[in-house]
């Protein structure tokens, strides 16, 4: 069974760095796309990036362009979302996901993590 767990939330104020891991648990995540999602309390879960199998693809929504980058380690089985200058827009919790493919499609992810809180401060 697979079994993804986010780590490196917390609370930061506008303009520092945080980075997000996604450790998935079985040895085959390396060959699916991976995502990042975020959902703020009242508010739709948001496409943020996603990455290919093999890293060499990756794809962002228009609000974090610039500031933040998707990566993967396959040989650790993880996944990282580098997030810079960061803005409260950016507070939610955040939701790392598998899907065949990568894509901005929520319902094309099967598997998910129970994701880490980040919270930005002005």
């Known amino acids: 069974q697979v079994q993804l767990v986010e780590s490196g939330g917390g609370l930061v104020q506008a303009g520092d760095s945080l980075r997000l891991s996604c450790l998935a648990s079985?040895?085959?995540?390396?060959?699916?796309?991976a995502g990042w999602f975020r959902q703020a309390p009242g508010k739709e879960r948001e496409f943020v990036a996603a990455?290919?199998?093999?890293?060499?693809?990756?794809y962002y929504a228009d609000s974090v362009k610039g500031r933040f980058t998707i990566s993967r380690d396959n040989a650790k089985n993880t996944v990282y979302l580098q997030m810079n200058s960061m803005k409260p827009e950016d507070t939610a919790g955040y939701y790392c996901?598998?899907?065949?493919?990568?894509?901005?499609?929520?319902?094309?992810?099967?598997?998910w993590g129970q994701g880490t809180q980040v919270t930005v401060s002005s």
């Open positions: 079985g040895r085959t995540f390396s060959a699916y796309a």
């Open positions: 996901a598998r899907a065949p493919t990568p894509t901005y499609v929520v319902d094309q992810y099967d598997y």
């Open positions: 990455i290919n199998w093999s890293g060499g693809h990756t």
